[in-house]
């Protein structure tokens, strides 16, 4: 008996703190909602500030209240706050129960992410919200722009990377034609020191041309010239004539002479 009383104490107790916190958390969304009704108001007189501050209190007497993060999302994007907007209408889908709740939320977004030129991303957005309402041809309509816009976006995209890819590929080749001019000027260049060292090879100390002063030592008709301090073979001709001449008249001085010197034979002897 006893067992049993403590049995219905402990069941009484449960449900009295269930009652108990079911009265706080009416309490809280009344609270919410209370919040959520003022904001509305200031929306309504565009005090967007004050609007602000009131889905703020309502959030949070309860953060999951969905009219709370979704008219504030809405008090963000009309301020062209588009990141805040997207925040809050985001999390307004994650808590939103109802599909309707979700579809608006997701509706939104959309729009938020089409301010933002994210065209790709706002289709997914549209097409959540069909999911949960496709009968809305405000959604319908949307949808379809973003749709194109997305095609479009993507289009330029492919542009952009074909431009970029020809871009690239004019870079490399500009690249390989200076590459090979490069090449070409060293190998003019070494052809042009290997010539220099050929031409210095025919050069005597001097720096003279080693043919031109071998031309040097050849007189008009080719033939070779003495050495300096050497006679030519002609010089040592003419010198010898000119010995043989002097030689010759030396001589014949000296037969004069002895003509000169010699005695008469008389018929008769003193």
């Known amino acids: 008996m006893k067992q049993v009383f403590i049995i219905l104490v402990v069941l009484i107790s449960a449900i009295s703190f269930a009652q108990d916190k079911n009265k706080e958390k009416e309490l809280q969304l009344q609270k919410a ?3 959520v009704y003022e904001g509305n108001e200031l929306v309504g ?11 703020r209190k309502a959030i949070s007497e309860q953060p999951t209240n969905v009219a709370g993060t979704y008219n504030l ?3 963000y994007y009309e301020k062209g706050h588009y990141d805040e907007a997207l ?7 994650e808590n939103a129960i109802s599909k309707e709740e979700k579809h608006k939320a997701y509706h939104n977004i959309g729009n938020i992410l089409m301010q933002n ?13 069909l999911r949960n309402d496709p009968t809305d041809d405000e959604t319908r309509y949307n949808f379809a722009i973003a749709k194109e816009c997305a095609e479009q976006q993507q289009d330029e995209q492919d542009e952009n990377d074909k431009q970029e890819q020809e871009k690239e590929k004019e870079d490399e ?9 490069n090449e070409d000027d060293q190998d003019k260049k070494d052809e042009g020191d290997e010539d220099k060292k050929e031409g210095d090879d025919q050069k005597d100390d001097q720096g003279k041309p080693k043919d031109e002063k071998e031309g040097e030592n050849k007189d008009k008709k ?3 010239q003495p050495k300096q301090g050497q006679l030519s073979p002609q010089q040592i001709k003419n010198l010898l004539e000119a010995m043989n001449n ?7 001085k000296i037969n004069a002479e002895k003509q000169k010197g010699v005695k008469v034979k008389t018929e008769k002897d003193w």
């Not at 007189?45 to 889905?55: G, K, L, P, R, V």
């Not at 030129?117 to 919200?129: G, L, R, S």
């Not at 002097?246 to 014949?252: G, L, P, R, T, Y």
């Open 117 to 129: 030129k994210m065209c790709k991303e706002a289709v997914v957005a549209f097409k959540d919200a």
């Open 45 to 55: 007189s565009e005090d967007y500030i004050s609007a602000e501050m009131e889905y």
């Open 87 to 93: 925040f809050r209408h985001t999390q307004a889908a």
């Open 73 to 75: 999302g809405n008090s």
């Open 222 to 224: 080719g033939k070779p």
């Open 33 to 35: 909602n209370d919040y």
């Open 246 to 252: 002097q030689e010759q008249k030396v001589q014949q």
């Open 173 to 181: 080749e500009k690249d390989k034609d200076e590459n090979d001019e």
